[in-house]
């Protein structure tokens, strides 16, 4: 079966029934956020899952018919009527402890409609002596009743045996009876899309996509779960991760909302590249240059988008613009030197296609770095230039210089670069600056950080890793 036409399991149900929690039991991992508090995820999240014979995408969706004080129900009801109507199988989600809600009963009534692909799973069945707490919602009327536990992992060999039939019955052959002719399909570039609340990171992925799949409001911190979104453009494959809004620390005013900044940071650990989106019509903030910082100290891959860019001075021709920008932000716009600078507008869905080009520079450049004979002559050159400086009485020498191979590297290796020098201690920051600085002004290597690793001839105990 191709990636491409995967099925589809979306998981619905009223506010904290569990199912971001059977949703990471049955993914694999933590990837909904999973709090008492109602009304946590909002967004349709999704992740590619394989359970027997079958490979599908799940999705979780926002808690519906939620009374909300922030004004999301309506949106959250149409994320998961969306989810609905284009799943092959719903697994409907209440709680068995609670019995049967109002809300339950009212999105019965819908969900019977789409007969034949829902399962009703009665949560929170924890232990045999509640099991007689699920015959209750046989009044519901759908005829797939399982009581689970996802806190437990009970049932849940029978919950994916469940899935499995209902997926056999639709998809003809299975994922391991595909047909062996067909290209493995090559492994999706990973973009985290980062920044601050607000800046647009929802919107970008809404216009990359051209769909509404992300909630977008103008309220800070609406996206509270780093999301994965698979997608394709000329035939390569991504994984989109709209992250939440990472906010000071001291400005983290709830556990979600740590919680979810925490995922955040960690997406950007896992990505193979990052889009840091700043809000162009702002400008440059402290909080933009602590989130490069994070970037930065990951070595990640990295381009710098500057969203709402047709809010800023929109009368003035484009390059103009431009202009004005680098020079009214002077040295702002070089906290990440490595990462090019796009300006687009996610709302009005321009220059979105100069976001990928600039994805396709930086793979070619991770694709091509500089071979060991002209790293050695450039390094000669910066060193015949300015010589080390004298440090302790000695001076630094640099004896030879290699490209450091990563037979595991992901679909945008960083080129590291092994120098093999008299004491590593001898290397200043300054001076590894501009020896990188040289090295890029022949080889840019634009998107990419520059990686030395520092190995010592003499003392071992001075090797250390230096970026």
């Known amino acids: 079966m191709s990636r491409k036409h995967l099925p589809s399991v979306a998981i619905v149900g009223r506010p904290n029934v569990g199912k971001s929690a059977i949703f990471n039991r049955l993914a694999g991992r933590r990837i909904a956020i999973v709090h008492d508090q109602p009304g946590v995820t909002r967004d349709r999240i999704a992740a590619e899952c394989t359970r027997g014979r079958f490979t599908f995408e799940l999705t979780d969706t926002g808690g519906i018919g939620a009374v909300l004080n922030d004004g999301f129900a309506e949106q959250v009801r149409t994320e998961a009527d969306i989810a609905i109507h284009s799943a092959d199988l719903i697994l409907f989600v209440v709680d068995a402890r609670e019995g049967i809600h109002p809300i339950d009963q009212e999105l019965a009534k819908v969900l019977r409609k789409e007969e034949g692909k829902v399962l009703l799973l009665a949560n929170k069945v924890d232990t045999e002596k509640t099991d007689n707490e699920v015959s209750e919602f046989t009044r519901l009327g759908f005829n797939d009743l399982l009581g689970i536990s996802a806190a437990h992992g009970r049932n849940f060999d029978q919950l994916e045996g469940a899935i499995e039939d209902h997926l056999a019955s639709i998809y003809v052959p299975p994922r391991d009876q595909g047909d062996a002719s067909e290209e493995e399909e090559e492994a999706p570039v990973k973009i985290a899309i980062v920044g601050r609340p607000n800046v647009g990171k929802s919107s970008l992925i809404n216009a990359i996509l051209n769909d509404e799949r992300s909630i977008v409001s103008d309220v800070a911190g609406t996206t509270r779960d780093a999301v994965d979104v698979p997608y394709r453009r000329n035939k390569k494959p991504y994984t989109l991760i709209d992250t939440a809004g990472i906010r000071p620390k001291t400005k983290r005013d709830t556990s979600v909302e740590v919680f979810s900044v925490m995922r955040s940071e960690r997406s950007i650990r896992r990505a193979d590249l990052c889009l840091l989106v700043i809000d162009a019509s702002s400008g440059v903030v402290s909080q933009d240059r602590r989130i490069a910082k994070m970037v930065l100290d990951e070595n990640k891959p990295c381009i710098v988008l500057l969203n709402k860019f047709d809010l800023y001075h929109p009368d003035a021709h484009f390059q103009d613009r431009i202009d004005q920008f680098r020079e009214e932000l002077g040295d702002d716009l070089f906290f990440l030197p490595y990462a090019p600078k796009v300006a687009i507008s996610a709302k009005e869905r321009q220059y979105i296609t100069k976001i990928f080009d600039s994805i396709d520079g930086v793979i070619e450049a991770a694709e091509n770095p500089v071979s060991t004979g002209i790293l050695n002559r450039l390094l000669q050159t910066a060193i ?30 960083v080129p590291e670069y092994m120098l093999f020098v008299n004491y590593a201690n001898l290397l200043t920051r300054t001076y590894e600056r501009f020896l990188e600085n040289q090295i890029r002004k022949e080889y840019p290597m634009e998107g990419l950080p520059f990686v030395f690793r520092v190995k010592s001839r003499t003392l071992r105990k001075d090797a250390k890793d230096r970026r």
Request: hydrophobic share 25%; charged share 35%.
């Open 384 to 413: 015949e230039r300015n010589p080390p400086p004298v440090r302790q009485n000695k001076r630094l020498k640099i004896l030879y210089a290699t490209q450091k191979r990563d037979d595991k590297a992901g679909p945008v290796p």
